[in-house]
């Protein structure tokens, strides 16, 4: 899970929405476009606003670690989607039974290409979103344009604060109970359900009482009452329009250069 | 005679790369009691929860009761090392006393009559046989931290872990526990508490060991330890009132003192020595 | 001066309770006081805590008599809403009463909820972490935090609401050493510099007797003892009775003078170690052999 990180940057400053939209408009490119040169600019401008944002290390981490998913993706495409030259086959003609199977040809490879780069730039934004936007701000423009109720958009910050608090409340569970010899072994479902028991309900009634007590808290400081204001207020300035803009243009710019056969390519079927 | 505990160059990393013991070695015999001592964040909690399995050393060696710890999994080293961790309501989740305490037996799969028995000796020993049918819930803070002790203890357990007995507690509770498991220690156990809690140190405890930044910083006799005042200052920890009290008046106080009692005794003696009347004891 | 916590003849069984959880309980807290409460457990420290804050009635209903105001506002009949800026009230855990990701935004929850202007809630905040010295925590994560930064965090988001008293129910249980000091400190500063009326329900008497002008000792719903911690102290039998801890260099004193044969005295209770130190030696060099 990506974590908002602190610093000072144009990034930080946008509005959420801002970023909401131009990360849509990075998944419309990615559709759009097939040729994998054109992706890979795409996937690069992202790391660019990155940059912008102070959070180029995060963003690459992000996706070295989706490299890996786009590899499975790349080995499915070409072993599923063959069109055109073969250039090899996995198993050599020379083997009995398996010979020949599998071929990897040319336009598998090509599709295989485009599809991985594909959905690294689909995903490629939300590193630099998440860690430029405070999860709060996220929430917050929702109650803003959505209209979502202040109680439900709470609901969604009290999750992500607590959370890894009951994680770990969960895991200190675990090792109490393991230190009692508690151990899950077997695949019997029934013996499975009864081995819930000691991590279940520990933290269910934990879990109870400290509800409790956060209601009781947050009662204690008016939570609940008529007229709420809010200490940040988001605004659309001047810098959220003007990247609005330039996003919406780019966009326009690249369905036409598409419509034009730019960014396309053909890719050889059977 | 093998220690019971014989830990060498113990190195931990957590998987965030926080480096929680930085070479801890130590060695811990049978039927010591050993208190640890330490901020929030020193290694200590990181140290103990090596000798039962529950952390994995990254480098360095952990030897309990003869046994390389990392040979073995942490349900085998119940059978050994017995864990109270320090919120009870962490590990209760039965119907009945009895059968909390019956838990951890019946996961060694011992036979119905064994269970009985070590069920029985258990709740004597923390004195809640009483209560036996009783539902878990209904009990007080301090019954149910004695209740985790039964529990523990009715897997028979060599060396006995109590984590933070005294934090949170009620003053009577916390000496009630300490000193349940000091009766434990007399009767065999090795017994290794962490606690914050400098006064239950120099009452209970033999051995203290300080823990700083994942190293240990001192390990000695209480007394031996609590002396060292300014070297427990380097990480803000303090002796008893009673023990600075004393360091304050080197020159009429040469030694360590642990209670009040020691430095009743004490000052009268040195009042007795300058001539002043002193009413016997 | 006037009392901005009046307590008269307070009594209260819980619904499901067999006895009561409080039995006549009268006493007050003059504006600007520190006042301490301890005793052992079950003794009744949370609940009165409770019908100062309202919780009692409004949280938990009972058999409540007698009466408890706080700077004029009579509790029981007054709303959370309208208590939160005359007391607030810091509890023990320090995860499971903050609610917000960030310091600033929990120390902004409370005056939110009231509808307190931006501007203004923005000074309040300022003023809220300046006042417990983590004015450099503002942008920080709360689960980042240590237990005794979180602490604050909880006081400063209590702050906020700018009340006139501030309880706090064993604030420091959780923490270490280090985290307990700076609890402590803050709430010192906060009694003597700031003003605040303070109540701290504790156990760990050596601090309560450093820093509160009067200790309130409860024991089974009855407060057993009331006044200055050198008089409670002198009362250490009653102390030890009730489960209660007596600091270490107090009844070593008490202690060491009735061997001497020398009648108790209220000005000869150290309540530091400073203090004992000072004593101790004075004792000393009266008897050294002219």
Known sequence: MMEYVPRRSLIHNLHPLTKLVWSLIILILALVFNNPWYLTAAILSVVLVGLIGKVVKETLVYLGAMLLVSGFVFVFQVLFRPGGQVLFTVFPSSWSVVGGWLPVTEGGVLYGIAMSLRMLCIVSAFPV?????????????????????????????????????????VSTISQAQRSRAYAVEGWNPIRKLKAFAPIAMPIVFIAIEKADRLGLCMDLRGYGSKGRTYLHVLKLRFLDWAVLALTVIVLIGSIVAATQGYGRIVIPQK | MVPIIEVKDLHHRYPNGCHALRGVSVTIDRGEFVAIIGQNGSG??????????????????????????????VSEMARVVGYCFQNPD?????????????????????????????????????????????????????????????????????????????????????????????????????????????????????????????????????REVFGQADVLRTTFLAPPQITSLAQALPEFFPDTVLSVAEMVDQTLAVLQKRGKEVRPS | MSEIVKVENLSFRYKRGTTPALTDISFGVRAGEFVGITGPAGAGKTTLLSCINGVIPHYYSGDLQGQVTVNGLHVATSTFRDLASHVGTVFEDPDFQMVSISVEEEVAFGPENLGIPPD?????????????RISDLRERTISTLSGGQRQRVAISAVLSMLPRVLLLDEPTSELD????????????????????????????????????????????????????????????????????????????????????????????????????VAMLRETLDKSGVA
Request: proline letters at 4%; charged letters at 20%.
């Open chain 1, 129 to 169: 979103i998440l860690s430029t936007t405070q999860p709060r701000d996220i929430i917050m423009a929702m109650v803003d344009t959505l209209r979502v109720p202040y109680d439900y958009a709470f609901m969604f910050t009290a999750a992500l604060r607590f959370m890894p608090i009951v994680m770990s409340e």
């Open chain 2, 44 to 73: 200590k909690t990181t140290f103990v929860k090596h000798l039962n399995g529950l952390l994995r050393a990254t480098t360095g060696t952990v030897y309990v009761n003869g046994q390389d710890v990392s040979k073995h999994k």
């Open chain 2, 90 to 222: 962490h590990q209760i989740f039965c119907d009945t006393v009895y059968n909390e305490v019956a838990y951890g037996p019946r996961n060694l799969h011992l036979s119905q009559a064994e269970i009985e028995e070590r069920v029985i000796e258990a709740l004597g020993a923390v004195g809640m046989l009483h209560l036996q049918a009783s539902m878990p819930r209904d009990l007080s803070k301090g019954q149910r931290q004695r209740l985790a002790v039964a529990a523990v203890l009715s897997m028979h357990p060599e060396v006995l872990i109590v984590d933070e007995p005294t934090t949170g507690q009620d003053y009577r509770d916390g000496v009630d526990m300490l000193s349940l498991v000091q009766r434990l220690n007399q009767a065999g156990h090795t017994v290794l508490f962490i606690t914050h809690d400098m006064p239950m140190v120099a009452r209970f405890a033999q051995r203290v060991i300080v823990f700083r930044d994942g190293q240990i910083l001192l390990d000695g006799t209480t």
């Open chain 3, 120 to 132: 203004e809630i923005e000074v309040r905040v300022q003023d809220a972490l300046q006042k417990t």
């Open chain 3, 177 to 276: 050493p280090i985290g307990t000091h700076e609890v402590f400190s803050a709430l010192r500063e906060l009694n003597r510099q700031v003003g605040i009326t303070v109540v701290v329900v504790s156990q760990k008497m050596e601090r309560l007797v450093e820093n509160a002008d009067r200790i309130l000792v409860l024991s089974e719903g009855r407060l057993i003892l009331s006044g200055a911690p050198s008089e409670v102290c002198l009362q250490h039998d009653v102390l030890e009775q009730v489960g209660a801890r007596v600091p270490q260099v107090a009844e070593f004193m008490i202690s060491l003078l009735s061997r001497l044969d020398r009648p108790p005295q209220r000005d000869l209770v150290p309540l530091t170690v400073e203090g004992a």
